[in-house]
């Protein structure tokens, strides 16, 4: 049987009887959209939406020392900066770095997603106790920035790169 549609736009076809009719293959943006987000569903990945709504959702754990809950926002074979430490070594590095400075609050400065990795700067402001990477702030207030890259896959962070400007510190103190 030979078919004599004629194609009158993108996935818009004249049938025989003059009819315009969407072709069976072809696929709405809703629709195609709905399909593509169910693949990387399946596949462990997020949205670019997803991964912003999950990072905020993980600052506001952070900022609340809610440690237990950290789990829902870091995989539990976490990669930091290269090397392998868990999610039990992670909360760990987290906990000293709020012993060294109690009044740590993470403010997220600038935000860039391109799924599954997030770029972002945090901005600090705060008065460290004792020595902070190796410098001597005791007690003095400091304000640097940390630029850190985060991988997503499985709704978690699973790789995190960190650089905190140091040189920021000691030029303060």
């Known amino acids: 049987m030979r078919c004599s549609c004629m194609m009158l736009s993108e996935g818009i076809w004249l049938s025989e009887g003059g009819q315009a009719k969407a072709h069976p293959s072809f696929y709405l943006p809703s629709q195609a959209h709905?399909?593509?987000?169910?693949?990387?569903?399946?596949?462990?990945e997020m949205t670019r939406?997803?991964?912003?709504?999950?990072?905020?959702?993980?600052?506001?754990?952070?900022?609340g020392r809610d440690w237990q809950d950290l789990h829902q926002f870091v995989g539990k074979?976490?990669?930091?900066?290269?090397?392998?430490?868990?999610?039990?070594?992670?909360?760990?590095?987290?906990?000293?770095?709020?012993?060294?400075?109690?009044?740590?609050?993470?403010?997220?400065?600038?935000?860039?997603?391109?799924?599954p990795v997030i770029a972002v700067r945090l901005a600090f402001d705060c008065s460290p106790v004792g020595d902070l990477f190796g410098l001597a702030v005791n007690g003095?207030?400091?304000?640097?920035?940390?630029?850190?890259?985060?991988?997503?896959?499985?709704?978690?962070?699973?790789?995190?790169?960190?650089?905190?400007?140091?040189?920021?510190?000691?030029?303060?103190?």
């Open 34 to 44: 709905g399909l593509a987000a169910e693949k990387r569903r399946m596949r462990g």
């Open 49 to 63: 939406e997803e991964i912003m709504v999950a990072y905020r959702a993980y600052i506001a754990c952070l900022n």
């Open 77 to 115: 074979d976490v990669i930091y900066n290269g090397t392998r430490i868990g999610l039990e070594g992670y909360a760990g590095m987290l906990a000293a770095d709020v012993r060294a400075i109690p009044d740590l609050q993470f403010t997220i400065a600038a935000l860039v997603c391109d799924p």
């Open 140 to 173: 003095k207030q400091v304000r640097f920035d940390e630029h850190v890259f985060y991988e997503f896959h499985d709704g978690r962070i699973q790789k995190v790169w960190s650089l905190i400007d140091k040189a920021a510190i000691a030029a303060q103190i």
